[in-house]
């Protein structure tokens, strides 16, 4: 039989009604023990790396479970990592970029707390362990929920309490659990190009833009010293020109600068010339992130600038390279 190692963080699906709230409270071996009906297929060795709502997990805690997969890699077939909901796809990003181990890991939590009356928990736990000791599913991140299997790159949670939380927008699932078993839509494979940090030794912020936003927060940001910046830019990547003169200043102090759109959909390019249009920050050095969210972006450049020097993080951000988008070629091709 397969051996998958379970590794538990916390989340709703270890947690239990408190005065004070809801909080994680369960084990792993209690939370296995309560998912494990009709679950005979594989060897599960488990592991508690933390307690705690993935709202309060740390880059420090994600460093940690990294270098736990790493270790346990050799001897597993499969990888379920037990997650708060809040942050799991940053989570199941920070792993796919940084690992380079060829066996599947697989996040899932729940949307309801273990002691509810109906939880979702044990349901996901048993489709992950289903997903991650699947023959057809070998290496890359995934999260499982609700019966659908997403990939770490698009996946992303877009309701807050309903069980059909996550989507992937225009890449689709990568996998149906149906009563028959799992009905592939596309092959199961990692769509992230690997940075194979194992520490982070960075710090970015993320500037979000709308209607007036002035470049205060980034000036602060150069004022505490950050080493990177994702700005959150309006439609293909355009900012106001007050956020422009300050990714001027930014830049100029040797800060490396990523633009992502606050759309949900689409990708960032250089189109608009204008003094805060994404064609003109191109010109002054800015890295654009494609179509990840800017949550995603600073996990992104957190690990490359933590792997790569400034002058030439700029290749993990090359709009050349297949990273999970779409392949386009030019007019005179």
Not at 96 to 124: I, K, W, Y
Not at 152 to 165: F, G, I, Q
Request: net charge negative; hydrophobic share 40%; with cysteine.
């Amino acid at each position: 039989m397969p051996t998958v190692y379970v590794i538990a963080t916390g989340g709703t699906i270890a947690s239990t009604s408190s005065e004070r709230g809801t909080v994680p409270t369960e084990s792993v071996q209690e939370l296995m023990d309560a998912s494990l009906e009709g679950v005979d297929h594989v060897d599960l060795e488990l592991v508690q790396l933390a307690q705690i709502p993935s709202s309060e997990l740390t880059i420090a805690d994600l460093e940690a479970l990294g270098n736990r997969v790493r270790d346990v890699a050799d001897d597993a077939d499969g990888v379920v990592v037990l997650h708060g909901t809040d942050t799991i796809e940053e989570t199941a990003y920070f792993l796919d970029l940084v690992l380079e181990e060829t066996v599947p890991v697989v996040l899932t939590g729940a949307q309801r707390a273990n002691d509810s009356l109906n939880p979702d928990g044990p349901a996901n736990v048993r489709g992950a362990l289903a997903a991650a000791s699947h023959d057809h599913v070998r290496s890359g991140t995934y999260v499982f929920f609700n019966d659908r299997l997403h990939a770490a790159r698009p996946v992303t949670k877009a309701h807050s309490t309903n069980l059909d939380a996550y989507d992937s927008g225009n890449y689709g699932i990568v996998a149906e659990r149906t009563p028959e078993g799992f009905w592939f839509y596309r092959r199961p494979e990692s769509l992230t190009a690997s940075i194979p940090a194992e520490t982070v030794t960075a710090t970015v912020d993320i500037v979000p833009t709308s209607t007036g936003t002035t470049g205060a927060q980034i000036e602060t940001a150069l004022e505490r010293g950050v080493d990177g910046i994702v700005v959150d830019a309006l439609g293909l990547g355009n900012v106001p020109a007050g956020v422009a003169d300050a990714i001027d200043d930014a830049i100029d102090d040797g800060i490396v600068v990523s633009i992502a759109t606050r759309c949900r959909n689409g990708v960032v390019s250089p189109v608009y010339g204008s003094d805060g249009g994404a064609a003109v920050l191109a010109e002054k050095g800015v890295l654009f992130a494609s179509n990840l969210p800017a949550h995603k972006a600073r996990i992104k450049l957190l690990v490359a600038l933590s792997y790569y020097s400034p002058r030439t993080v700029d290749r993990a951000f090359d709009s050349r390279t297949f990273e999970g988008h779409g392949y386009q070629s030019s007019e005179s091709e």
